[in-house]
């Protein structure tokens, strides 16, 4: 009961934080609820070896509801390119299948390692293209290139817990896509991903012991509840604020907590 005390607002704070940041900065999704989720687990005793994949579990069940609505909103808009996602989705579903099976069998310290590591990997690309994009080619790369792109996006966003816009927006991008059809698309592919990825963190981390009050397998329904409806509450206020701040140096500087936030993940 004690734990539960201090639990239930640290997950308030934490949906707000990561509806405020998604809103503010068109950044969320796991890169800000993981490692959220990661440090309240740890500080209320959740087991160290399941605080990683409960964490990554968690955020993917917390993705369905957002990106769900994210997907009708583009889509009433034109802004969801339907050959695209249609051509990616069996090659997502694959890397998903993947991504949660390694999920569930890398030892949970090598998990944060990972994500740690990406954490430290976005940001630096968040510092270099900070107000000039940069652009490989003005058009897709073929069809196997494309699979094998979804392919690894799924995978890595099932083993991380991360929505479509964390890892699809840049790489399309890279391509000179438009900005809004890469950010409506990634909406559904981060959809695609996060519907599998909770059944399958749910599967297998069925009867696990260690977990905390309100767990099904690898998802806390205590923190989905208390996540979501902050998140949606206040990610208006953070558009909002956009249009009154330098976003620019706000970006920046939340580059700069990723990479201490990842350095002290991948460390400590």
């Known amino acids: 009961m004690e734990n539960l005390i201090v639990l239930i607002p640290l997950l308030l704070v934490c949906g707000a934080a990561a509806g405020l940041l998604a809103g503010l900065l068109g950044v969320g999704g796991g890169i800000v609820i993981v490692p959220m ?39 009433a808009r034109g802004n969801v390119d339907a050959p ?24 949970g310290a090598v998990l944060r390692v990972i994500f740690g590591g ?50 699809v927006v840049p790489f399309l991008n890279f391509f000179r896509f438009p900005m809004h059809r890469a950010v409506g698309s990634a909406a559904v592919v981060g959809l695609v991903v996060a519907v599998p990825g909770t059944v399958g963190y749910v ?6 012991p260690g977990l905390p009050l309100g767990s099904t397998g690898y998802v806390n329904w205590l923190a989905f509840v208390l996540l ?30 990723l990479v201490a936030v990842g350095v002290k993940m991948l460390f400590f």
Do not use: N
């Not at 440090?39 to 990106?67: K, R, W």
């Not at 599967?203 to 696990?208: E, H, K, L, N, R």
């Not at 949606?232 to 956009?242: D, K, S």
């Open 203 to 208: 599967m297998t981390g069925w009867d696990q």
């Open 118 to 167: 990406f954490m430290v990997v976005i940001a630096t690309h968040m510092l270099l293209t900070a107000g000039r994009p940069v652009a490989l080619t003005d058009h897709l790369p073929g069809r196997w290139g494309q699979r094998g792109a979804a392919t690894g996006i799924g995978s890595l966003a099932s083993l991380l817990g991360i929505g479509g816009g964390t890892l």
């Open 37 to 75: 989720l990661y440090h309240v687990f740890l500080h209320v005793g959740v087991t160290p070896e399941v605080v990683m994949p409960l964490a990554v579990g968690t955020s993917l069940a917390t993705i369905v509801v957002t990106a769900s609505m994210s997907s009708r909103s583009h889509q």
């Open 228 to 257: 979501v409806p902050m998140t949606m509450l206040f990610a208006p206020l953070g558009v909002r604020l956009c249009q009154r701040l330098d976003v620019g140096k706000l970006r920046r500087a939340f580059a700069v907590l």
């Open 84 to 107: 695209l996602v249609k051509r990616w989705i069996p090659a997502v579903l694959v890397g998903v299948v993947i991504g949660t099976l390694l999920g569930a069998v890398l030892p």
